[in-house]
């Protein structure tokens, strides 16, 4: 693991948000077209997260002929954006807004087209405005051998991070949301 990732003296641990959904609650999609957990993907990776005891989630998702890098296997950036995907959902049970500043990724065995990821992350480390986690993904099961996993360090944002950097006609369809919930966790905005 890098310095980078590496929580600095100082550091606490994560507390986990009161209002945080409860252990086994399915976390759901955040933003309809995001390609990691969206249903209006249809290459996406589909990833579906629940919450688990303390400032942890898992999550699964299968490996399709669509994520594919050499044949039959599972591309390494699809498996990166899995890990990515389940530390980012982390920020629902802080209730923060936070992106991926750096991702360390081992790429341990090669996943076949077919095969259910099992994934689970949590956050580790609290410093200010960053925010240390780690993930790992198994196949056969929850205790299966470990195909990937991840180092992550995630930056604490304002909602404006989104408004200011990304295109106004996905900004404006996702704050017209009539559904709150869905609205706010499109930004993962503490609703
Ligand atoms: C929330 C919505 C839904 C999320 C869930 C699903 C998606 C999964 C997560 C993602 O994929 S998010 C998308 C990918 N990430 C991005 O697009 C982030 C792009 N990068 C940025 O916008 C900025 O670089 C960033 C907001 C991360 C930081 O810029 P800032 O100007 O706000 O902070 P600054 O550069 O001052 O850094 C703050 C601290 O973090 C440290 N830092 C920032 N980037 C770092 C980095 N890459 N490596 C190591 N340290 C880093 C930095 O050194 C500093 O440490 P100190 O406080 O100790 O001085």
């Not at 933003?31 to 969206?38: A, L």
């Not at 689970?120 to 470990?146: C, F, L, N, Q, W």
Request: net charge negative; proline share 9%.
């Amino acid at each position: 693991m890098t310095t980078a990732l590496t929580p600095p003296a100082g550091a606490r641990p994560p507390v986990r948000h009161p209002d945080a959904p409860a252990p086994g609650e399915p976390l759901g999609s955040h933003y309809e077209h995001c390609f990691g957990c969206g249903g209006g993907q249809p290459h996406g990776l589909h990833l579906e997260a629940r919450a688990e005891e303390g400032v942890a989630v898992t999550a699964e998702f299968t490996v399709t002929a669509d994520h594919q890098g050499a044949p039959g296997l599972a591309h390494g950036g699809v498996l990166a954006t899995a890990l990515d995907e389940t530390l980012g959902s982390l920020g629902w049970l802080l209730r923060v807004i936070a992106v991926t500043g750096r991702l360390e990724t081992d790429f341990v065995r090669p996943v076949p087209v077919g095969t259910a990821l099992h994934l689970s992350a949590e956050v580790t480390a609290v410093h200010g405005r960053k925010i240390y986690a780690t993930a790992t993904g198994r196949t056969g099961g929850p205790d299966g051998p470990v195909a990937v996993r991840a180092d992550a360090l995630f930056i604490e944002v304002k909602v404006d991070h989104f408004i200011d950097n990304g295109r106004p006609k996905e900004i404006q369809a996702a704050m017209a949301d009539p559904d709150t919930q869905r609205r706010a966790r499109a930004f993962e905005v503490n609703p």
